[in-house]
Structures are given as C-alpha cells and as structure tokens.
C-alpha cells in the first residue's frame, strides 16, 4: 500500500460522522438550509435509503442526490497556498480579509502553521487536524524556510548572529542555516515559529525587514505557483510528508 494512502486511510478512520446537511454543503451541493429543504423533498438517499432530515453521515456511506453520488471530499485535503501580503491567518468571520475568505475552498479547510499579515509565500492549508496537530509540535523541529528582504547591507557578523541565536520574547532562538542570497537578501531555515519571528530577529540586530517570503515548509516548496493560487499536494509530496510527520523529521 502507498504511503499516500495511508495517511489518507488514518484520516477517514478518525473522519467523525457528520450531520447530513452539512455534509451536502461541504460537498459544494447547496447551502446547509436548502440541503435541508432537498432532503425533506425527498431527492436524497443515504445507502440506498430515503434521508432524514438530522441523519449523521459516516465515513463509507454513500450518499445521492437524484441519481448522482455526491462526496464530501472525504478525502483528505492538502493544499499548497501562496499567500499575498494583507491576507490574514484567522477563521474569524468578521475578518474580511481573512485567508479562509479569500481562498473560498468548496470543503472547510484551515491553515497548518500561520504567516502573518504583512508576509507571503507558501500556506498549507487542509481539513485533516492531524497532519496541523504533528506539525505544530514545536519538538518536532520542522523545516520552514524564508527568503527575507531587509533595509541595508547583510554583514557577516549580522548572518553569524542570526545563525547562532537571537534574544527576542525572553528566549534565545534555536540555532539556524542562515546564508546570503544577495545585497540585501538572505535565507533563513528555522525549526521553531515563534510570534513574528524572523521579524524581531531582524529587529533586535538593526535591521528592518522589507519583504518576507516563506518558500517552504518541510518537503513541500512554493516553487513556481503563482501569487493567490493553490494547488494540491502530489502523491508524492503526501508520502514524504507522511514519513517526516511520523519521524518527527525535516
């Protein structure tokens, strides 16, 4: 069996069930009141057999409306995002610019590791806690790599220190892969996300940072896609994901 698949397999054994309604509106059938409304009128079948209205869905059954099976994507979702500067990390509903607003994914998905406000550049974003829940143990020591701009010239003191650790929020950061890309332009690999950290690290050596670009988180890069678009991960991706999140790895 692909590795592929099993992280998807792990995922629809933890799938809950879910009421039926919201499940057609997941689906991208029709909102949850009309999906109320199609299942009273009869049109839906769940296994075979007329729906009722408040029925809870599990992984597995098959669910119709007329004649056409509807899935929920119960299938697991994993998407790459490249997100603009402005577009904010929040469910909350009443940010209009919040990142769930903007991508508008037909199937409720929500961010694996924020990128605040004012930077851009690669999201993942998916409707499977798990994968958000391994990522975010910050003992795991997961790779996120930026390609930062700042407001003068990069010394070699100023990329040693960054290398070696900075005091922001009462702490030291970890140590880092730090390098020159140009001028004004450098890489930073970092496996800790403290609160807009590349920032304050900047910050507490002189420096500003003009521009921030996250070009990849573990295995998955941003590559060539383009500014607000996203796209799905590779079975590929998916496998080496998978064998980073169980090794607690890059």
């Given at each position: 069996m692909?590795v592929?698949n099993r992280?998807?397999?792990e995922?629809?054994?933890k799938t809950e069930p879910?009421?039926?309604?919201?499940y057609?509106s997941?689906?991208g059938?029709c909102?949850?009141?009309e999906?109320d409304?199609l299942i009273?009128?009869g049109r839906?079948?769940v296994?075979?057999?007329?729906?009722q209205?408040?029925m809870?869905?599990?992984?597995?059954?098959?669910?119709r409306?007329g004649?056409?099976?509807?899935?929920?994507?119960?299938?697991?979702?994993?998407l790459?995002?490249?997100?603009?500067?402005?577009i904010?990390?929040?469910?909350e509903?009443?940010?209009?610019?919040s990142i769930v607003?903007?991508?508008?994914y037909?199937?409720?998905v929500t961010y694996?590791?924020?990128l605040d406000k004012?930077?851009?550049g690669?999201?993942?974003m998916?409707?499977?806690?798990d994968i958000?829940d391994r990522?975010?143990?910050?003992?795991?020591?997961?790779?996120k790599?930026?390609?930062v701009t700042?407001?003068k010239?990069?010394?070699?003191e100023?990329?040693?220190?960054?290398?070696e650790?900075?005091?922001i929020?009462?702490?030291?950061?970890?140590?880092?892969?730090?390098s020159?890309?140009?001028?004004y332009?450098?890489?930073i690999?970092l496996?800790?996300?403290l609160?807009r950290?590349?920032?304050?690290m900047?910050?507490a050596?002189?420096?500003?940072?003009?521009?921030?670009?996250?070009?990849r988180v573990m295995?998955?890069?941003?590559g060539?896609?383009k500014?607000?678009?996203?796209?799905?991960?590779?079975d590929?991706?998916?496998?080496?994901?998978?064998?980073?999140l169980?090794?607690g790895g890059?």
């Open positions: 692909r592929s992280i998807k397999e995922f629809l054994q879910v009421r039926l309604n919201k057609l997941e689906a059938v909102s949850r009141r999906a409304r009273e009128s839906v079948t296994d075979g057999q007329k729906a209205t408040g809870k869905i599990t992984p597995g059954q098959v669910v409306v004649k056409k099976t509807v899935s929920r994507q119960d299938d697991m979702i994993v790459a995002v490249n997100k603009p500067r402005g904010v990390c929040t469910e509903k009443r940010e209009k610019n607003r903007f991508l508008d037909p199937v409720r694996a590791g924020r004012d930077s851009r690669l999201l993942l998916t409707n499977n806690g958000i990522m975010m143990r910050g003992a795991n020591r997961h790779e790599e930026y390609k700042v407001d010239e990069i010394t070699e100023f990329l040693k220190k960054m290398s650790g900075v005091p929020l009462d702490t030291v950061t970890r140590p880092c892969r730090v020159r890309i140009g001028k332009t450098f890489s690999v496996t800790q996300g609160n950290q590349i920032r304050r900047c910050e050596l002189g420096y500003e940072v003009k521009d921030l670009v996250r070009v295995n998955i890069r941003l060539s896609l500014e607000g678009q996203y796209r799905k991960l590779s590929e991706e998916l496998e080496e994901l998978y064998d980073l169980n090794k890059r």
